[in-house]
C-alpha cells in the first residue's frame, strides 16, 4: 500500500487549502483514514480520522470546526478540506491508513502505512 499526500503550501492566515492522500495497492473502502501532523522537535499529533464507511469523523479539539475529512473510495483518494487556518497549524501533514478498525485511530500506531508528508505553512 502506498500513499502519496499533495496539496500543501503557503497560505495567509484565515485562508484555505484542501489536502488530497492518493492510495494504490489496496482500495481504500475498509480503511479507516487518518491525518497527523508533525512540527520539528515535538511529536506528531492527531489531526482527523474518518472511519472505513465514512459513516465516522473524529477531529482534534484545535481544529474542530475548521478542518474536514473525507473520502472518496471510487477516486481511492482522502481529502482533508482547512478553512480558517492559524499560524499553529503550520506543520508537515501525514496521511495514514489502516485496514483495522478506529479504536485506535487518534494514535500513530494505529496505522499501518503513511504517506510521505506535505508541508503547510500559514503566514500572519
Known amino acids: 500500500v502506498q500513499l502519496q499526500a499533495s496539496g500543501g503550501g503557503l497560505v495567509q492566515a484565515g485562508g484555505s487549502l484542501r489536502l488530497s492522500c492518493a492510495v494504490s495497492?489496496?482500495?481504500?473502502?475498509?480503511?479507516?483514514m487518518g491525518w497527523f501532523r508533525q512540527v520539528p522537535g515535538k511529536e506528531r499529533e492527531f489531526v482527523a480520522a474518518?472511519?472505513?464507511?465514512?459513516?465516522?469523523?473524529y477531529y482534534a479539539d484545535s481544529v474542530k470546526g475548521r478542518f474536514t475529512i473525507s473520502k472518496d473510495n471510487a477516486k481511492n483518494t482522502a481529502y482533508l478540506q482547512m478553512n480558517s487556518l492559524k499560524p499553529e497549524d503550520t506543520a508537515v501533514y501525514y496521511c495514514?491508513?489502516?485496514?483495522?478498525?478506529?479504536?485506535?485511530?487518534?494514535?500513530?500506531?494505529?496505522?499501518?502505512?503513511w504517506g510521505q508528508g506535505t508541508l503547510v505553512t500559514v503566514s500572519s
Open positions: 495514514a491508513a489502516d485496514p483495522g478498525s478506529t479504536a485506535t485511530y487518534y494514535k500513530v500506531y494505529g496505522y499501518n502505512y
Open positions: 495497492g489496496r482500495t481504500i473502502s475498509r480503511y479507516t
Open positions: 474518518i472511519s472505513w464507511s465514512g459513516g465516522s469523523t
